[in-house]
């Protein structure tokens, strides 16, 4: 459902929101000739303290590491021509984004601290509770983390590929009440704006649906970052579903949150209700091994807040050990669940479509009567 008007949740203003997540990509914060725009960011900065001072906790989300390395190396293609030249831009530039941070916060009497994260950090649970704890230790102390992706040692096989989704993990990890997207455009258009003089612009988002996620454009403008409107919506996923508001707006302005507090445009994607901590990890995961396709019976028993059982499964996909994650899916390719497996893949497809008692028939023992149980699996 799509309304027609903002809340009051407009701005996020710090008496609603505690906790508030800032996403910043490199096309905003580095400019063509691979420099800081050091004259915005300090407009940003100004926003930021503001808001401190207003009693709101801020994490920052930060893109530029790449762009800025890629500029002092000398490196073609903005320093993605290859996975090597991106991992040394990034190493190099990490530094340089680092302690522009540090100093433009120092300026405001703000204290910053660096994080780097991998995908593999906030997949696997336990280095996610780390990350959550050292976040709220950093919120209590009054200090403004710097988060950006770890790219001197992600692979395309561990990394989150843009900051929009690792700025709702962030958020999801600190239980921040909302999340921020500065982007190239002030919302979700019906339509590419840049190309479409008929697009309009959709200020609240109630739920997510298909003619929601049919409106994204997956580039990114500026050929300098990596994310478009499909990771945003994305990342609106993962953050509300974790009961986080979701708000894409412009960062083309000078100070952006104080633009859009006054009026400016913008997108907000509302906040489901809050899943239970474990569970919001498991909805929020990026990674599945498998997928588990079930039946309309099996659809409906889910959504009554029952385990999966056999006897309701379809077929199953892909190649996974018990514990893995898992995407529960109908057979036209909607997800539905994510949980963990009870079972390896080669065991759940011999039982796929079996009743339980049947299942020590098959195996010679009944080790678990489920294939994915209520309690470590989340709807998605």
């Not at 004259?39 to 709101?56: E, F, M, N, P």
């Not at 204290?111 to 230790?137: H, I, P």
């Not at 403008?221 to 707006?249: D, N, Q, V, Y």
């Amino acid at each position: 459902m799509i309304a027609v008007s903002m809340p009051p949740l407009s701005g996020f203003p710090p008496a609603l929101i505690r906790r508030l997540v800032i996403k910043i990509g490199s096309a905003l914060l580095v400019d063509p000739a691979g420099q800081v725009r050091v004259d915005w960011l300090r407009t940003l900065v100004a926003d930021v303290a503001a808001r401190k001072s207003a009693g709101q906790q801020v994490i920052i989300v930060s893109s530029g590491a790449i762009a800025l390395g890629a500029r002092r190396l000398k490196l073609p293609k903005g320093g993605r021509g290859s996975l090597e030249d991106a991992q040394a831009a990034a190493a190099t530039g990490q530094i340089a984004l680092s302690q522009c941070w540090a100093s433009l916060l120092d300026e405001c009497g703000i204290t910053a601290a660096q994080m780097l994260v991998t995908l593999d950090d906030l997949e696997n649970r336990r280095r996610y509770l780390n990350a959550s704890a050292t976040l709220e230790r950093l919120m209590t102390l009054g200090v403004v983390p710097v988060v950006n992706e770890n790219d001197s040692v992600a692979t395309a096989e561990i990394r989150f590929g843009d900051n929009d989704r690792l700025a709702a993990r962030i958020g999801q990890a600190a239980r921040a009440d909302a999340v921020v997207l500065l982007s190239d455009v002030d919302g979700l258009y019906t339509a590419n704006p840049h190309v479409d003089a008929d697009a309009m612009l959709i200020e609240t988002i109630e739920r997510i649906d298909a003619r929601i996620a049919a409106m994204a454009d997956g580039g990114s403008a500026s050929g300098m970052g990596s994310g478009g409107m499909t990771s945003k919506i994305e990342a609106a996923r993962i953050a509300t579903g974790a009961g986080a508001h979701l708000a894409i707006i412009s960062g083309k302005v000078d100070a952006p949150l104080s633009h859009w507090t006054n009026g400016g445009k913008g997108s907000i994607f509302l906040a489901a209700p809050a899943k239970r901590a474990r569970k919001g990890w498991l909805a929020g995961r990026l990674t599945v091994r498998g997928r588990i396709i079930v039946d309309a019976g099996a659809e409906r028993a889910l959504g009554q807040g029952n385990s999966l059982l056999p006897a309701g499964v379809a077929r199953v996909e892909g190649v996974f050990a018990r514990g893995d994650v898992v995407d529960i899916m109908t057979p036209d390719g909607r997800t539905i669940a994510r949980g963990l497996s009870e079972y390896d893949s080669e065991e759940a497809a011999r039982i796929a479509g079996k009743r339980s008692e049947d299942i020590a028939v098959l195996l010679g023992h009944l080790p678990r009567s489920v294939l994915v149980h209520r309690d470590h699996m989340a709807m998605v």
